[in-house]
């Protein structure tokens, strides 16, 4: 079973930053690619930005050139840069493996960490 825990989020105002992290534990595969999704109150939760164990990255549209997802494979630890932060990247902040779709890999989601952009 793999645990994630995510961390770093909190109040900021409108072209602020922020820097989240996920630490991944238990029967982790070594090789697997990241991703940082959340879900804003009504909506699905959706892709932010993924990596894969190699250092290849993409992102959604949406984020593009504002946010930078980067890992420590030595530590399982996964990070979500935040940059230029807007009101509509409000939302719970989650971690997960991914898939080459980038569906979420594993069943089970940490806690996940509340972003809220808001003057």
């Known amino acids: 079973q793999v645990q994630f825990v995510e961390s770093g989020g909190g109040l900021v105002q409108p072209g602020g930053s922020l820097r989240l992290s996920c630490a991944a534990s238990g029967s982790m595969p070594r090789f697997v690619a990241m991703a940082w999704y959340r879900q804003a109150p009504g909506n699905e939760r959706e892709l932010v930005a993924r990596i894969t164990s190699g250092g290849d990255t993409n992102y959604a549209d949406s984020v593009k050139g504002r946010f930078t997802i980067s890992r420590d494979n030595a530590k399982n630890t996964v990070y979500l840069q935040m940059n230029s932060l807007k009101t509509e990247d409000t939302a719970v902040y989650y971690c997960?493996?991914?898939?080459?779709?980038?569906?979420?890999?594993?069943?089970?989601w940490g806690q996940g960490t509340q972003v809220t952009v808001s003057s």
């Open positions: 997960n493996g991914a898939r080459v779709d980038s569906r979420p890999l594993f069943g089970s």
